[in-house]
Structure formats: C-alpha cells, structure tokens
C-alpha cells in the first residue's frame, strides 16, 4: 500500500512547512503578508471567510514562516479551510504542528483529509479550551463526531491541549481506518467508509482560532 506522508507546520492557526514524500512545500519562500501560493481557502457553515496569511514566528519550531489564520470572527458554527491545490491522496500519515494563540470561544486546530469540497470532507482536532481531541465526518456541510472504534459511544479523548504552545496532531489513514495522535501519543481509532476516494487534504480552524 502506497502511503502518502504530509506534514505541515500551524500557529494561531499557523502552518510552517509542508513535506510530501521527499517534496517539501516550505512557507519561507513565500512573502510574509500574503496568502501562501498554491492553496485555496474555503468556509464551512457561517461567519467570515477566514484570513489565511504567511506571517513570522521566532518561536515556531524552525524559527521561521508560519501560516496564521488571523480573522476572529466568534461566529459559532465557523471553520475556516486552507486546501492544497496540489496534494491528493487516499491513504495517507498526515501531521500538523500547531500553536492555538488567541480566541475565547475555541482554540482549535485540525488537519483535513479526503476533502472533496468545503463542504464534504474529514476532519481531526484538537481544542485548547476543550481539553480533547476530536474526529468528525462533514457531509453535506454538517459535521458529525465518530464514535471510537471498540469504546461504543464514545466521542473524541480527553488530551491536554496546551494554549500558546507548540503541538503535533497527526492522523494515519489506511481505508476506512483512522488512528489519531497527539503529541506522539496514540488517542484512538475511528473506523468509518462515508469518503472512499482520494481527496485534498488541507487545515481548519473554528470560530475566533
């Protein structure tokens, strides 16, 4: 099986470098104050579309560009994307570093999977005011959290989500099965086949970031 492995980097929401394969897709060649060249940005739901920029962070983990979704609008049913234009794949070990920098109303930054359009997609995240990490089905513009393979009805973890820090969210994806780190500890499985086919993959952040 062929697995495609992605990583970016996120602060505020702010994404810094992002390696596929042996490519790497790094946010310093980009001017600080732009969008980042070739990714489009999508809204779920209501609210403002977000502002997705290259910004600078010292304290990222290369001391270098980062990828900021800065808008805080506080609308509640708000998540703002940015999708690879390039980047497709079914199978695939995606992870994300991630710094949750402001926002009253939710701190959460995800990584988005077999996106098929902004509404239509998978998505895993983490909350630093929730104190858990989370994996959802959007389907026709609805989310929906999965219940974690052999817990019943159990939703998303528990997990220490630190605010102003820097994380690693990471998910493997394997068919139908989806297992979910934190920080280099496993939290879960979700098994679950509403999107079979390869899509873009891409970040998420909700609300006020």
């Known amino acids: 099986m062929k697995f495609t492995q992605i990583a970016f980097y996120i602060a505020m929401l702010a994404f810094s470098a ?36 290259v910004t600078r962070d010292d304290a990222s983990p290369g001391q270098d560009n980062v990828l900021a979704q800065t808008d805080a609008d506080a609308t509640n049913y708000r998540f703002p994307l940015c999708v690879h234009n390039e980047i497709s794949a079914k199978d695939a070990d995606i992870s994300v570093k991630f710094k949750p920098v402001s926002g009253k109303k939710d701190q959460a930054a995800g990584v988005v999977w077999r ?6 997609y998978y998505i895993v995240r983490a909350n630093a005011l929730k ?71 891409g970040l998420w952040t909700k609300a006020d970031r």
């Open 18 to 53: 992002v390696a596929v394969m042996s490519q790497t897709i790094d946010f310093n060649k980009y001017n600080v104050g732009e969008p980042p060249k070739g990714f489009s940005t999508a809204l779920t739901e209501l609210g403002k579309a977000g502002v997705w920029t």
């Open 115 to 120: 996106y098929r359009d902004k509404d239509n």
């Open 131 to 201: 104190s858990n990490v989370v994996l959802y089905n959007v389907l026709n513009g609805k989310r929906e959290d999965l219940p974690l393979k052999g817990e019943g009805r159990k939703y998303g973890k528990k997990a220490k989500v630190p605010s102003g820090q820097w994380s690693t969210l990471r998910v493997r994806a394997e068919d139908s099965l989806f297992t979910d780190y934190l920080n280099g500890e496993k939290l879960f499985e979700v098994e679950v086949g509403t999107f079979a086919e390869a899509g873009k993959v």
